[in-house]
């Protein structure tokens, strides 16, 4: 076979080669963005777990866990998630936020804690 059919031979089949291979590049690209997004979700679906395990609803109020074990003695708002407080530790908790309001007075807080770490399942 004359060098000049086997070297027009070989530059075909390397095109080929070629073509083959940016084909198999655009795929590997979709693929990896379909992977991209499904670890997307899959990140936020943790994050939304471990921050529902966090809090705690009890007696419509909410608390927050410590890393260590047990809870921080501070009462946050169901609807906005953020501190409340009870003026006066006599009347009931509330929200500064949001308004809303909690059926658990100030002076209740050690009880309610107490009754927390009872009952608490971990």
Known sequence: ???????TKHLGTSKDRI????RELMQLRREVGLLRGLVGEVDRKVSAKAAEEELVEYRGA??????????????YCPSCR???????????????????????KGHELP?????LRRFDRR
């Open 1 to 7: 076979m004359p060098a000049k059919l086997v070297e």
């Open 19 to 22: 073509a083959a291979l940016e």
């Open 62 to 75: 909410l608390f927050r866990r410590k890393v260590t074990g047990g809870f921080h003695e501070e009462v």
């Open 82 to 104: 953020q501190p409340m407080r009870s003026p006066q530790n006599e009347l009931n908790f509330n929200c500064r936020n949001c308004q809303t309001w909690v059926n658990i």
């Open 111 to 115: 009880e309610v804690m107490d009754k």
